[in-house]
Nanobody, 126 residues
């Protein structure tokens, strides 16, 4: 059974940092793009960042460029999202997702992702 389990969320003040983790199990994710999405109250679930299997390619939504960094450790089947200089508008439930593809540009929309975690809440206070 495929499982993606997020952790690392919490409450942080604006300007602070958090590191999210996503532990994947249940299959070989070596040919999957791994991604982070977020869902803020009253808004649609939106793409945040993704990373290719080898980690050599990454893609970010404009609002997090320069502040967030996605990485993966394939030996541990874990994906990370380092979030720095957090802003109140980053408040959301953050979801880890995986798509069976080698093209990171095809893994940008929620409906194409094959697997999802249950999410972890990030709250940024002003």
């Amino acid at each position: 059974q495929v499982q993606l389990v997020e952790s690392g969320g919490g409450l942080v003040q604006a300007g602070g940092s958090l590191r999210l983790s996503c532990a994947a199990s249940g299959r070989n994710f070596s040919n999957h793009v791994m991604a982070w999405f977020r869902h803020a109250p009253g808004k649609e679930r939106k793409f945040v960042a993704n990373i290719s299997w080898g980690g050599g390619s990454t893609y970010y939504t404009d609002s997090v460029k320069g502040r967030f960094t996605i990485s993966r450790d394939n030996a541990k089947n874990t994906v990370y999202l380092q979030m720095n200089n957090l802003k109140p508008e980053d408040t959301a439930v953050y979801y880890c997702a995986a798509e069976r593809t080698t093209n990171i540009l095809s893994a940008l929309r929620p409906h194409v992702m094959d697997y999802w975690g249950k999410g972890t809440l990030v709250t940024v206070s002003s």
